[in-house]
């Protein structure tokens, strides 16, 4: 130890100072740059140290997977909730959306008929039966809807008429159904005819005006809407469309096929109209 | 007689919740899910079954309330279907209680025939009463029936699944 301090001690502690000296040197005349002694280890150390940094990088990343998977695990779980309550909401939105188009509709239509009351309703179920078309809707004779009350959709276009009540629900058959048969009139000319469902036009979702005044009037395009006799429904309701020309199978009456304005497939959401101006 | 009464609540206690699914699919889901634009019949194929494996008694009673639940899915009054699924019951539970060997055979037999006979009696009931063409209400009856018997397999096991954990004997 005393042989350490006073030859070889005294020898590292002067290269100590030579290699001090030196940086300081080498630093203060580049400015404030690395010293020789980085300058010199650089090109080893920096593969090397780029290695370990890798290698620890891995490790950390294993410790983390392997000490921290609980953590990681519950962070998932919380934006699982977030993403489901997003999803929720994005659901809400749509929904609320969806009201709001179908209510916006409505509100042209009620605008143009002020004299009708309306109750909206919302499809339950359709009936299990290939010969008829009915569907069951969600309120009856407690919200005040009566037997035969005409039914339409947010546009106003006709889609039948309420043929059963209870106090809480109701069943409404469509103006396809083949027991369906009202007062119809072409809009563009006036002249009247009867518009009911067909056994032949059934499966394709259409029906029939017969009983035409006037045939001319007929013509592919025209527009059919109720002609308000008899009082079950208003005057004006939109059925649909002339589709096309047919002759009965007797072959001496014809009619115009019509294609409904509503699309009862999609339904889910009408309106009962449970009061309205009866117009003769 | 305490064995009986036993015995007829855990049939009731099998076979409801069966009819309702059943009623329920036949008058939601299938409503929707139609074929060659057709709905099937689910319940009468399920009247079979029962019918088949438990006999008149009980082919009778479950096809009461399988009538009734068919008639209310076709939103109409309890008349038709309960009548004519109640005979069926209890006329497919004598050939089983007499010559049909219980088997998928015997009831994909007698759900076509039952299925026919349907649509036959629906068919010329429209024919008769509303002055419907035959040609159109008959090809209706017959995608009906075969869009029906796609469910034969799983209303047969099912069903005599259903039976056998009842466990042996007929009648409620």
């Not at chain 2, 409801?16 to 939601?28: D, E, G, R």
């Not at chain 2, 068919?123 to 029906?148: E, I």
Request: charged share 15%; proline share 3%; net charge negative.
């Amino acid at each position: 130890m005393k042989e350490l301090i006073s030859k070889k001690g005294l020898y590292i502690i002067a290269a100590a100072v030579a290699v001090a000296v030196i940086a300081a040197v080498s630093v203060a005349l580049s400015g404030g740059n690395a010293g020789f002694a980085s300058l010199l280890s650089e090109p080893f150390f920096k593969p090397v140290k780029s290695a370990m940094t890798s290698l620890v990088d891995s490790l950390e990343h294993t410790y983390n997977y392997m000490y921290r998977f609980d953590e990681i695990e519950a962070e998932n779980q919380r934006l699982k909730a977030r993403v489901a309550q997003l999803e929720q909401e994005y659901r809400e939105y749509t929904e609320i959306s969806e009201e709001n188009e179908r209510l916006h509709n409505l509100l042209g239509f009620a605008e143009r008929h002020e004299d009708m009351s309306m109750e909206p309703v919302t499809v339950i179920s359709w009936t299990a039966s290939n010969y008829s078309s009915s569907f069951t809707i969600s309120k009856g004779s407690s919200s005040g809807i009566e037997l035969y009350d005409p039914v339409v959709d947010e546009y106003g276009f006709l889609v039948g008429q309420v043929t059963s009540v209870t106090s809480t629900s109701s069943v409404v058959t469509t103006l396809i159904d083949t027991t369906t048969s009202l007062g119809a009139l072409f809009y563009e000319n006036g002249e009247t005819g009867v518009a009911a469902g067909d056994f032949e036009l059934f499966k394709s979702s259409r029906l029939k005006v017969s009983y035409i005044t006037d045939m001319d009037s007929a013509v592919i395009g025209a527009t059919v809407v109720t002609s308000g006799s008899g009082g079950v429904y208003p005057a004006g309701l939109v059925i649909g469309t002339v589709s096309g020309i047919a002759v009965s199978s007797s072959g001496l009456d014809p009619y115009a096929v019509v294609e409904p304005s509503t699309d009862l497939t999609g339904l889910s959401h009408v309106y009962v109209i449970t009061d309205f101006a009866v117009s003769e | 007689m305490a064995r009986n009464k036993h015995r007829t609540l855990v049939k009731a206690l099998i076979l409801a919740p069966y009819l309702i699914l059943l009623y329920i699919l036949q008058s939601t889901v299938f409503t929707r899910l139609t074929l060659m634009g057709e709905k099937p019949l689910l319940l009468p194929m399920a009247v079979a079954g029962i019918a088949l494996f438990l006999g008149r008694v009980d082919g009778g009673v479950f096809g009461l309330f399988a009538g009734m639940l068919t008639d209310l899915s076709y939103n109409q009054a309890t008349v038709q279907f309960t009548l004519l699924l109640t005979l069926m019951g209890i006329f497919l539970g004598i050939l089983s209680d007499t010559v049909l060997v219980q088997g998928f055979p015997s009831f994909l037999v007698s759900s076509v025939l039952e299925l026919l006979l349907i649509s036959a009696f629906q068919a010329l009931s429209l024919v008769v009463l509303r002055g419907a063409p035959l040609s159109v209400t008959a090809a209706v009856g017959l995608r009906q029936s075969v869009y029906s018997l796609i469910f034969a397999i799983p209303v047969y096991y099912v069903s005599r699944f259903l039976c056998r954990v009842m466990g042996p004997g007929k009648g409620f």
